[in-house]
């Protein structure tokens, strides 16, 4: 029995190093979850008894406690380069050939790898300990995480006495799927927005200025190049990872060596298709030269390297039945025909339906129930269908009318006007007011937190919520007895209807769900009239001298508050407290004649307030790149646009620059 502190510390930790690099390295746990607790939960309990013997490599110091203000910068000591795409067979075979002539010989080889779906970040490691992790940014500045990459379990906070003075690794963190999945169903039982993919998800998590929260988020990281370093590290990349690999940084386990262009070739297919197999998501491959002698002798053209190459995967596709259309119901009481699918795999998920989008659509496709259709995933992520299998149409095959009346509450429909949508045209649809408190309690509206979906679903089948003022008479008892609801929760909801009290008027406005007017117009009515009370009298003519606002809008404001039903449900309203006035919202003219045009996802914003944020500084906001864009204003995975800005040399802020632009 040791007794030493100091010894059982020290002890407790090497355990606790060597689980984490046989769980995240090896990928072979010797212990259980459970046990693994334990350990951790032994250690941390001995460190708080001896505080003086905690040092900042322990595996409980992941998590910093207290979130930070903004991210600094940091200019990577080499450039974080990109790769070309290629996405056929025909184009890795040019890619060899110019490696061949550029080598003036055909003595080389190739490691190839699967290009994880995450984002790619320099870690440096000085006399073995992690001083810093940074994201790749421009490529030449990124956004120094250092707080949020030390939760990252799989990323060893010491690489041990034999580690070279300088040492920085370079990888991708990713979000397995599993980890993405959970995340995204807890959001969407909070109400809260959807990450698009992994990688938006991974990317997001690792932005947050919270590091707690980040810690949460079940990250992971594979190591693949080299970035700084003394002396000599390697000859060949592969013996690179393989070093790094002994130093207990996770390796991708897939990378294999490839003699030639047709080895290379046989890989990328293999992995084509047997992608949907691994719990986190590629999306395609990467091929580089293994020896780094070789690469300099290559180098690199701009933007990325000449010995290295990607090779992107297709978007996928799958054939299905379609065994029946269902007709949903929005918020404005539009119908959307969607289709049930008979299951089916695509790109790593099993999809059963997806959306028609509207009755139109459903002629232009020509599409029956009990066709056999091709579907494809846009953006990876929303099933859509692309194409009916026409000559496999089966005698039985049903066509699918547009309904006359609305499935949910059986009233009748009408098709806009000049319009595509179908909509349900009664007041008291079930379907409506679910869509419509969904709306009011969202992000960009009144801001309810923990108010989610399944919750309003159960309040309005029960008929405790008839519009929206209702939402402001419930208490904790009346939620508790809701199916599936602890007492804490229906607390934290009752707390978000409170502080949603005191939303702006223009937020006010555009969570009533009047046609047309969303966030945007909201602001142009708050600003003009002021009150509630105010718009309510406000005539078609007085409408139509507001400089943005047309025939068409005025008229739909008119209708909503003649109305005499909403006119009670904006009297319940107030009589509950809810009467914000107009607060002018300006703020500052710092961003006065520029323009800005945003992409990628953003931490603290979305993209509704960014846009405000930009206009109440004086801004413009515009949505494509030119020369005449002052600034790009670039979140996470930033696209087509963050190219464009470099190509035409407009100048690439993120979001901590902007913040630093507009504070007063
Ligand atoms: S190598 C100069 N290897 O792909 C080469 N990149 O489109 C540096 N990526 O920014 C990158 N898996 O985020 C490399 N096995 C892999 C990769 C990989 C994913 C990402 C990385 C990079 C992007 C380029």
């Known amino acids: 029995m040791k007794t030493d502190p100091a010894e059982k510390i020290r002890s407790l930790r090497e355990q606790i190093r060597r689980h984490d690099e046989l769980y995240y390295v090896q990928n072979a746990p010797e212990i259980s979850d459970r046990k693994y607790d334990e350990l951790f939960g032994e250690l941390k309990k001995l460190e708080q008894q001896n505080p003086l013997l905690i040092t900042p490599d322990s595996p409980t110091q992941r998590v910093s406690e207290r979130p930070i203000e903004g991210f600094g910068q940091v200019t990577h000591s080499l450039p974080m380069l990109s790769i070309d795409n290629t996405y056929n067979a025909d184009e890795l075979r040019a890619f060899d050939e110019r490696i061949a002539k550029g080598l003036g010989t055909k003595d080389y080889c190739y490691a190839v790898e699967l290009k994880i779906d995450g984002l790619a970040v320099s870690l440096r490691y000085e006399k073995g300990r992690l001083v810093l992790g940074a994201t790749r940014g421009d490529g030449t500045t990124g956004d120094n995480v250092?707080?949020?990459?030390?939760?990252?379990?799989?990323?060893?906070?010491?690489?041990?006495?034999?580690?070279?003075?300088?040492?920085?690794?370079?990888?991708?963190?990713y979000m397995p799927k599993k980890a993405f999945a959970q995340l995204n169903e807890q959001r969407e039982q909070?109400?809260?927005?959807?990450?698009?993919?992994?990688?938006?998800?991974?990317?997001?998590?690792?932005?947050?200025?919270?590091?707690?929260?980040?810690?949460?988020?079940?990250?992971?990281?594979?190591?693949?190049?080299?970035?700084?370093?003394?002396?000599?590290?390697?000859?060949?990349?592969?013996?690179?990872?393989?070093?790094?690999?002994?130093?207990?940084?996770?390796?991708?386990?897939?990378?294999?060596?490839?003699?030639?262009?047709?080895?290379?070739?046989?890989?990328?297919?293999?992995?084509?298709?047997?992608?949907?197999?691994?719990?986190?998501?590629?999306?395609?491959?990467?091929?580089?030269?293994?020896?780094?002698?070789?690469?300099?002798?290559?180098?690199?053209?701009?933007?990325?390297?000449?010995?290295?190459?990607?090779?992107?995967?297709?978007?996928?596709?799958?054939?299905?039945?379609?065994?029946?259309?269902?007709?949903?119901v929005g918020k404005t009481g539009i119908l959307t025909p969607v289709a049930n699918f008979e299951p089916v795999q695509l790109a790593g998920?099993?999809?059963?339906?997806?959306?028609?989008?509207?009755?139109?659509?459903?002629?232009?496709?020509?599409?029956?129930?009990?066709?056999?259709?091709?579907?494809?995933?846009?953006?990876?992520?929303?099933?859509?269908?692309?194409?009916?299998?026409?000559?496999?149409?089966?005698?039985?095959?049903?066509?699918?009318?547009p309904p006359v009346i609305c499935p949910e509450c059986g009233s009748n429909v009408q098709k806009d006007e000049n319009g595509v949508y179908i909509r349900c045209i009664s007041s008291n649809c079930p379907a409506q007011l679910k869509e419509k408190l969904r709306y009011f309690a969202g992000r960009d509206q009144m801001d309810i937190e923990n108010l989610g979906p399944a919750i309003i679903d159960q309040l309005v089948d029960k008929k405790i919520v008839k519009d929206f003022a209702d939402l402001y008479k419930l208490d904790v008892n009346t939620l508790a007895e809701l199916d599936r609801m602890a007492d804490?929760?229906?607390?934290?909801?009752?707390?978000?209807?409170?502080?949603?009290?005191?939303?702006?008027?223009?937020r006010l406005i555009a969570a009533l769900g009047i046609r047309h007017v969303g966030i945007q117009n909201g602001e142009i009515l708050a600003e003009h009239f002021g009150s509630i009370d105010a718009i309510k009298k406000a005539t078609v003519e007085e409408l139509t001298t507001i400089d943005q606002i047309g025939p068409v809008l005025a008229e739909s404001i008119c209708q909503y508050f003649g109305d005499d039903d909403n006119i009670k449900i904006i009297d319940k309203l107030v009589a509950a407290g809810i009467n914000p006035e107009y607060k002018k919202t300006k703020q500052s003219d710092a961003l006065a004649g520029k323009t800005f045009v945003v992409t990628g996802t953003l931490e603290k914003f979305s993209r509704t307030e960014i846009e405000k944020a930009i206009k109440q500084n004086g801004g413009k906001v515009s949505s494509s790149v030119s020369k005449k864009t002052d600034y790009v204003l670039a979140g996470a995975e930033a696209g087509s646009k963050f190219d464009k800005a470099n190509q035409l040399g407009v100048k690439v802020i993120n979001e901590g620059e902007f913040l630093e632009m507009v504070k007063t």
Request: charged letters at 25%; a positive charge; glycine letters at 6%.
């Open 349 to 401: 998920t099993t999809v059963k339906r997806a959306s028609l989008h509207n009755f139109d659509e459903v002629q232009r496709l020509d599409v029956c129930v009990g066709d056999t259709v091709i579907i494809e995933k846009a953006g990876e992520i929303i099933p859509q269908v692309i194409e009916v299998k026409k000559d496999l149409r089966p005698k039985t095959a049903k066509q699918f009318l």
């Open 488 to 506: 804490k929760s229906a607390w934290n909801i009752v707390d978000g209807i409170e502080k949603s009290k005191s939303q702006s008027l223009d």
């Open 146 to 173: 250092t707080n949020n990459i030390r939760t990252i379990r799989a990323i060893p906070l010491s690489l041990g006495d034999n580690a070279p003075a300088v040492l920085e690794v370079r990888g991708e963190v």
């Open 190 to 328: 909070q109400g809260q927005a959807l990450f698009a993919n992994p990688r938006n998800a991974a990317a997001g998590s690792l932005k947050l200025l919270d590091a707690k929260t980040t810690s949460q988020r079940k990250l992971a990281f594979f190591a693949y190049a080299i970035g700084q370093t003394n002396g000599t590290f390697a000859k060949t990349h592969l013996e690179g990872l393989e070093k790094l690999k002994k130093f207990g940084l996770p390796v991708n386990p897939h990378i294999k060596k490839a003699a030639n262009i047709d080895e290379v070739i046989k890989i990328c297919d293999k992995w084509e298709i047997e992608r949907f197999k691994l719990d986190y998501q590629i999306d395609g491959m990467v091929i580089k030269v293994n020896n780094l002698n070789q690469r300099d002798i290559l180098g690199t053209t701009g933007r990325s390297p000449r010995w290295c190459i990607s090779y992107k995967f297709p978007a996928e596709q799958a054939q299905t039945k379609i065994l029946s259309i269902d007709v949903q």
